[in-house]
């Protein structure tokens, strides 16, 4: 998918100016950046994904120098993701009737794993001995281990008792393939629906729901790098700013100066 995208890019800005990029510099680059922000409006983070296509088109198929200061990425909002409370992930769980989609949906959020992840899941990768998740080649190309809890057994046991999957844990129509992403989205939202859920969630927001409801229940921030495969711990670090104050037990210094007692 990122490559087909890169080379899109690559295209639109060639059609642009009518000509070979080999033909084209930094000027031309710079201006097209300036057209895609300032004519169409794109947002900081298509632009930059933009750039990053020049870019690797340029350093690795031209082999030409690009200059990161001249040709500068553009400062992204830091946004914090949407997170789900427990009560909301238990109410996705209880609409969701389909029995392969639940218990997809039940091991992304049991274990943290991203959707590429769960999609290419096989059998052999649930160790119920150990309970554990073995996520092959994920981000990274790294291999690690994830929790595989009891009630995620359960229902996966349920689940191979009914489907029968032969090589893949959650295959796709023929039974063969893998089940695509997007296959999965859809379930999400099919059942959020159901829900009185508002909030803009995906199937990476259980991910998040996972790693903030672990940091919530006092599990060391290591230990939540590990399972969700981060390389750096900066990057396990934002679920510090999603964790609910009222579990922290923190008093907002007003309370404390006007001797609010708790309730």
Same mark, same amino acid.
């Given at each position: ?21 080999? =033909?084209?510099?930094?000027?031309? *680059? ?8 300032? !004519? ?30 001249? &040709? ?6 830091? %946004? ?52 554990? *998740? ?6 990274? !190309? %790294? ?11 359960? &229902? ?11 090589? =893949?844990?959650?295959?796709? %129509? ?17 059942? *959020?629906? !159901? ?37 750096? &711990?900066?990057?396990?670090? *934002? =679920? ?9 037990? &923190? ?13």
């Amino acid at each position: 998918m990122t490559i087909k995208s890169y080379i899109n890019h690559v295209s639109n800005f060639a059609k642009f100016y009518n000509k070979s990029p080999k =033909y084209l510099g930094e000027k031309e *680059i710079c201006d097209y950046l300036h057209y895609c922000i300032i !004519k169409k409006k794109l947002s900081e983070g298509t632009v930059n994904y933009i750039n990053s296509s020049l870019k690797f088109f340029y350093t690795k198929t031209l082999n030409r120098y690009w200059n990161s200061d001249k &040709i500068a990425r553009m400062k992204e909002p830091s %946004k914090l993701p949407p997170v789900l409370s427990p009560d909301e992930v238990k109410s996705i769980f209880d609409v969701t009737e389909n029995l392969k989609h639940k218990a997809i949906l039940m091991t992304v959020y049991s274990a943290g794993l991203r959707v590429s992840e769960v999609c290419n899941l096989k059998i052999t990768d649930i160790d119920s001995k150990n309970m554990q *998740i073995l996520i092959r080649e994920g981000k990274g !190309k %790294k291999d690690r281990y994830s929790l595989l809890s009891k009630s995620n057994l359960e &229902i996966l046991r349920e689940y191979w008792s009914r489907y029968h999957p032969t090589e =893949y844990l959650f295959s796709g %129509k023929g039974r063969t393939d893998s089940i695509s992403p997007r296959s999965v989205q859809k379930m999400l939202e099919k059942s *959020i629906k !159901k829900t009185k859920i508002t909030k803009h969630a995906t199937v990476h927001t259980l991910r998040h729901s996972f790693a903030t409801h672990l940091l919530d229940a006092g599990t060391d921030i290591c230990y939540i790098q590990r399972l969700l495969g981060h390389t750096r &711990i900066t990057t396990t670090t *934002i =679920y510090l700013h999603l964790r609910r104050m009222d579990l922290l037990n &923190i008093k907002s210094p007003l309370d404390i100066l006007l001797g609010e007692n708790d309730d």
